[in-house]
């Protein structure tokens, strides 16, 4: 059940986007899965266009060329998870830098990192990872410093326990031109 703030920011976001577009991508995983599946539930369009080798909620992907049918996404979330050495941060940040040329210069750009036992996870777990990153959509939306919405504390609850279990969520700014 969703929280009466929770609707509030979905309103919000709902009216200073026209029609939000996500694209989704990353590592195969049960967070990505349950992004998938909120997305669908809330009617949000999902632009998939490189799943991950082995995902099983991904379908094939289309040919790289833009054939207009798609719109641009709006919203970018990119999932990434530790391993083989080298910082998540930088993983998910090669992986947004691959669907950049799909991306418009106003899209919001989240990396999600999982790290730990965050490969598991229960429905309070995921409770937790929409509202902050509902946090994280709009408060990218706001260029002005003065009116970005500010951190509850549900919502600061919310992130200590995603903290501790090792997930990161980021808002990345879009690269200069």
């Known amino acids: 059940m969703r929280s009466r703030e929770s609707r509030r920011r979905e309103r919000r976001i709902a009216a200073r ?4 577009v996500l694209l989704l991508a990353g590592d195969p995983g049960e967070v ?6 909120d997305a669908a539930k809330y009617g949000i369009p999902v632009v998939d266009p490189h799943p991950a080798v082995g995902d099983p909620g991904a ?4 040919p790289a060329e833009d054939d207009g049918d798609d719109p641009p996404p709006t919203i970018a979330v990119v999932v990434a998870q530790v391993g083989d050495g ?5 993983r998910g940040l090669r992986m947004l ?3 950049e040329d799909r991306l418009r210069p106003d899209t919001v750009r989240i990396v999600v990192i999982l790290a730990g036992a965050s490969r598991v996870l229960p429905r309070r777990v995921r409770d937790a990872l929409a509202p902050e990153i509902l946090y994280q959509v709009e408060s990218g939306l706001y260029s002005d410093e003065h009116s970005r919405p500010w951190r509850t504390l549900r919502l600061r609850s919310g992130q200590a326990v995603l ?7 980021f808002r990345v700014p879009a690269p200069a031109s």
């Open 17 to 20: 986007m026209a029609a939000p």
């Open 32 to 37: 990505l899965e349950a992004l998938r599946e």
């Open 59 to 62: 379908t094939p992907a289309e």
């Open 86 to 90: 080298q910082s998540s941060l930088r």
């Open 97 to 99: 830098d691959r669907e």
């Open 163 to 169: 903290r501790a279990l090792g997930i990161r969520v």
